[in-house]
Every structure is written in structure tokens, then in C-alpha cells.
């Protein structure tokens, strides 16, 4: 394409592109765009070549004269509706890998489970085309699916490698800057992390239940190349706002896993986690700095140390 071709301009609706069309009781339906076909929602049928070419953000009229939005669906929209056979982390849990696990533009990263692709999808936009992402997945059929779905939803990735075979046999990569596990006992792979793990990158680990949490967290710190370790979740929910009211829906997206992140050490290095003690003052605030493992801001806003120069 050209860029005097209209349907070159990122706001333009291609064919084959994924839409998510909402109704006027804002439910949403994510659909795929093909030239010459239909696409129906909830018995409204819609000629796709009446939307192709048009601007994301148009309301069309179906036949029975309802009026639809048409936009490209966003990550948190796309993921819950991908085409998979094992089930993808969700959105409200990819947000806090990113940022936790500090992974930005340029960076190498390993992901070890895809899955359907939902990580790797969210990898590829973080780490750009001036990174690199290899993921390993010992299943053929994920990994053809997760194939598919980042050509369908990401495009060309020159700079994804998936390896299919068995992680715990090693990587190929070395010196990488962040890992991504999503396995169910991750614990067994921190060998094979602290190889390919340069000083100070980051882990981070997907679990489902408490009880792994622990196996994970004791396993990180028993093995003497990470520190710094950290658990949390993250729960969902979303409000209604309409004219007269406001309050939150009956539904909300709980618990869905675990996260734990560590350091990897710098070689020849030891940081062992100090045995909790009684605080020898009663402030509250200054007790919890006493809190081993804590290496967050628990009451959030301003840090008790700042990063302006000495």
C-alpha cells in the first residue's frame, strides 16, 4: 500500500481486521471484518463491505435499523475473546507484569507457557521492534495457536523466536534482561533462570494457588542467585455510572493467580533475607520498614527517601 491509499491510514477499517461492535445497551461483540461476507450480532446482520474502508469509531445501521459503534478492539477487549485452547492471563494480571516486571523498549526477554499468546501478544508491543522475545512451549498445538494468533493480532514479529520443546532442558538465550514463567511448578526451573538471567534483571512468575506461591517464594530464596522478592495479586472491579446512580457491578474479576518477581544477584553475591524481630519502637510506620521482604511503598504517595541527589 501506498500512503495516498485512504486504506493505508491507521484509523481506517481494513479487511481482516478485528472490530468490537458495542450496542446501545453498551454490551460488546468482537468480530472479524472480511470482504463480500456478513458479520451478525444478536440476529442484526451487517454487510462487512458497508464498514471496510469506513473511519474505527463510525456507527453503522443494521437492517432492522439498530445503530452499532465499530472500533478496533483494544488488548484488555481482544484478550478474553482469543481464539485458544488453554485459558490466557488476563488483562488485569498482563498490566501488572509489565509494569512490575519492568519490561519497556529494546529489552530481551524470555517467556517460558504461552499459552494462546495473550502474554506474548503484550511482550511483543512492550519490548518493540528494537527488542527481542523468545518463548518457549512444550505443547505443538499452543504453540501453533499462539502462532496464529500473533499473526492475526500482532503481524510480522522478526523478532520473536518460539522454541517448542521443554524449558527445563535449558535456554538458548544468555544474559537476557527479563524471564516471564507462567508453568505450574516454576520452582524447578530457577536453575535454568539464573543461567540465563543477567545481574539485577527481573523474574516473574504466574501461579494459580497459595499453596505454589510458597513452594516459589521459599525456592527463590533458598537458591541464593535472586533477591528482592516480592507476591501479590490484583483484583478487578468495575463500576456502573448511570444519570441517577452509581455503583459497582455485580460481578467482579477476583482472584486469578499469583505473581512473585525477584532480582536475579550479581555473581559471587549473597543477600540473605533477615529473621524477623520485634521493632524496638511502637510507630507504626517505622515498624513496617522493619518488615522483611518489603521492598514496596505500602501506604503509596511519596517515598521516605527520595531520588533527588545527595
Known amino acids: ?18 472490530v468490537v461492535v458495542i450496542d446501545r445497551k453498551q454490551r460488546s461483540y ?3 471484518l472480511r470482504a463480500g461476507r456478513v458479520i451478525t450480532v444478536r440476529g442484526n446482520a451487517v454487510p462487512c463491505d458497508e464498514i471496510i474502508g469506513r473511519p474505527e469509531g463510525c456507527v453503522i445501521t443494521s437492517a432492522r435499523n439498530e445503530r452499532l459503534l465499530v472500533l478496533r478492539p483494544t488488548y484488555a477487549q481482544l484478550i478474553p475473546s482469543l481464539p485458544r485452547q488453554a485459558q490466557p492471563i488476563y488483562p488485569k494480571d498482563v498490566g501488572p507484569i509489565l509494569l512490575w516486571g519492568d519490561i519497556a523498549a529494546g529489552m530481551r526477554v524470555i517467556e517460558v507457557g504461552v499459552g494462546p499468546g495473550a502474554v506474548t501478544l503484550a511482550l511483543l508491543r512492550a519490548v518493540g521492534p528494537t527488542g527481542a522475545l523468545a518463548s518457549y512451549e512444550l505443547r505443538e498445538d499452543f504453540a501453533a495457536r ?28 544468555r544474559d537476557v534482561d527479563r524471564i516471564v514463567v507462567d508453568l505450574a511448578e516454576p520452582w524447578r526451573l530457577l536453575d535454568r533462570v539464573a543461567e540465563a538471567l543477567r545481574p539485577g534483571g527481573v523474574f516473574t512468575g504466574f501461579i494459580p494457588t497459595a499453596l505454589q506461591v510458597k513452594e516459589l517464594v521459599d525456592g527463590l530464596r533458598a537458591h541464593g542467585s535472586f533477591a528482592a522478592v516480592e507476591m501479590l495479586e490484583t483484583l478487578t472491579r468495575f463500576w456502573q455510572v448511570r444519570d441517577r446512580s452509581l455503583r459497582p457491578e455485580h460481578r467482579m474479576v477476583a482472584h486469578t493467580g499469583f505473581l512473585v518477581f525477584a532480582r536475579r544477584l550479581a555473581p559471587d553475591t549473597t543477600f540473605a533475607l533477615t529473621p524477623s524481630r520485634p521493632s524496638d519502637t511502637t510507630d507504626d510506620e517505622d515498624a513496617r520498614t522493619h518488615d522483611p521482604g518489603s521492598t514496596h511503598d505500602d501506604q503509596g504517595g511519596d517515598p521516605r527517601e527520595g531520588l533527588d541527589d545527595d
Open 146 to 173: 499462539a502462532r496464529d494468533n500473533v499473526s492475526r493480532f500482532h503481524g510480522d514479529a522478526p523478532n520473536w523466536t518460539l522454541h517448542v520443546g521443554d524449558a527445563f532442558e535449558g535456554f538458548v538465550e
Open 30 to 32: 468482537l468480530r472479524t
Open 1 to 18: 500500500m501506498t500512503p495516498a491509499d485512504p486504506a493505508a491510514a491507521p484509523g481506517i477499517l481494513r479487511d481482516r481486521d478485528a
